[in-house]
């Protein structure tokens, strides 16, 4: 299988090549579902893609966004751009897109984003008559889902394996849009699920805040599905953390084998992440439904590691949303 790691910018690309990444997915611009990480410029892209095969890794472009008809002549430019300076893949949302790309620049692999909520086998047929090679399936989907996929796919099959939820299927969430008119199908989500809400007065907590995804023990079992990509979720995350998913997945794809490695290395896969980051962890939707491992809900909003929160500087504080009558009430 081949790891996909994060690159919100350039120290970010720079650990994941160093940790053991196969690849990385980086955005340029607005067209991209990350805008809020530094990204690339457009003059970076060529010499982040040098740097990265030079070292043999791949890198691939998310064009992931919805994108309107006053951007195509933009998006077509990016494209153009990624084709000469030898991007190995373009991660699309949008449809029109995608036919823009085979039209534009038929040279670029094209791969099916998560953010087309891809969740059946009849999605995966579409996408590859529309000349995906690769589809991101939704990370709404059961082991049983993922395997019967895998088994009569005819084109690659990438699921995310490390990060954050969404609270909606992918690329279906309207709720930051609603909100903060801020869409996450434009690049511009503020996670409104990770916030405090107040039923009508009543104990302020996290109800729509989903514990992140982890599969660092079922390795073997995504191998045997037929799973081709693992796609570690963080563009936004810091590079500290983009260098310790990555080694620990690096390392766990080598001895995903070693049965009796689990227990001990699971430990210390946790103690170092929570150095770094500290959420909830968990299988989410792989385990069956109603079983203990299978809770989505984290209850806390997560945040910075140990290390991380003895160097930052505190930040604003925020005293939560309320519900009241029917109406969002922002703080």
């Not at 966004?65 to 893949?89: H, I, K, N, P, W």
């Not at 993922?146 to 299927?169: T, Y």
């Not at 979720?233 to 590079?239: D, I, S, V």
Request: hydrophobic share 45%.
């Amino acid at each position: 299988m081949e790891l996909l790691s994060p690159a919100g910018h350039w120290e970010a690309m720079v650990a994941a090549v160093q940790c053991g990444a196969d690849a990385v997915y980086l955005g340029c611009g607005d067209l991209n579902a990350r805008r809020g990480a530094k990204n690339f410029s457009l003059q970076e892209l060529p010499r982040a893609v040098s740097y990265c095969h030079t070292r043999g890794v791949k890198v691939y472009l998310t064009v992931n966004t919805l994108v309107t008809d006053r951007e195509m002549d933009a998006a077509r430019e990016q494209l153009l751009l990624a084709s000469r300076c030898g991007v190995d893949a373009v991660i699309v949302q949008d449809w029109g897109l995608a036919s823009l790309a085979r039209s534009a620049a038929p040279d670029l692999p094209l791969h099916g984003s998560t953010q087309m909520t891809i969740h059946s086998l009849a999605g995966v047929e579409a996408a590859a008559e529309l000349g995906l090679r690769c589809a991101v399936l939704s990370r709404e989907l059961s082991r049983e889902d993922i395997r019967s996929i895998c088994q009569k796919s005819p084109i690659a099959i990438e699921v995310f394996a490390h990060g954050a939820l969404c609270m909606s299927w992918s690329g279906q969430c309207a709720m930051s849009a609603l909100i903060g008119e801020r869409s996450g199908n434009r690049g511009l989500c503020a996670q409104p699920c990770r916030l405090p809400y107040r039923l009508d007065g009543g104990k302020t907590g996290h109800p729509l805040s989903l514990k992140d995804m982890n599969l660092a023990s079922h390795l073997g079992e995504l191998e045997k599905m037929g799973v081709s990509v693992l796609k570690l979720e963080g563009r936004m995350k810091r590079p500290e953390y983009v260098a310790v998913i990555t080694r620990i997945y690096a390392v766990r794809l080598i001895f995903f084998f070693c049965v009796f490695l689990d227990t001990e290395f699971l430990f210390i896969f946790l103690v170092l992440l929570n150095r770094i980051f500290m959420p909830s962890w968990g299988l989410c939707f792989l385990r069956e439904a109603g079983s203990r491992e299978a809770r989505l809900v984290s209850y806390n909003s997560g945040g910075a590691g140990a290390a991380l929160r003895r160097a930052l500087p505190p930040g604003p504080a925020f005293t939560g949303a309320t519900w009241q009558g029917g109406t969002f009430k922002p703080p």
